[in-house]
């Protein structure tokens, strides 16, 4: 492996995060983040260019239900939690203003 991120530039990231770590863990950030860099430079090398940057999402439709009013069997039980109604209406607190 040839590091592209070296052990002082590791070092001085920590310092002026003012973290602190011991060297066992600096080294192990050290093969971590190279590790995590040359995984990148494996991507640089694959060939996207008639790959379209959206190319994995799907278009599909998402599920709908139709909008029409139905009945609901137990509405009554409903109404009876209710804090306040109107026949066979749930009066709700305005939230929106004109």
Do not use: C
Request: a negative charge.
């Amino acid at each position: 492996m040839d590091p592209k991120i070296n052990l002082e530039e590791i070092k001085k990231v920590a310092q002026l995060a003012k973290l602190s770590f011991k060297e066992e863990e600096l080294q192990t950030f050290f093969e971590d983040i190279n590790n995590i860099v040359s995984h990148f430079a494996k991507l640089e090398e694959l060939d996207l260019e008639n790959v379209s940057p959206t190319s994995h999402i799907s278009w599909s439709t998402p599920p709908t239900n139709p909008d029409q009013p139905v009945q609901w069997p137990d509405y009554q039980k409903i109404l009876e939690r209710a804090p306040r109604v109107s026949g066979n209406y749930v009066i709700v607190p305005k939230i929106v203003d004109k």
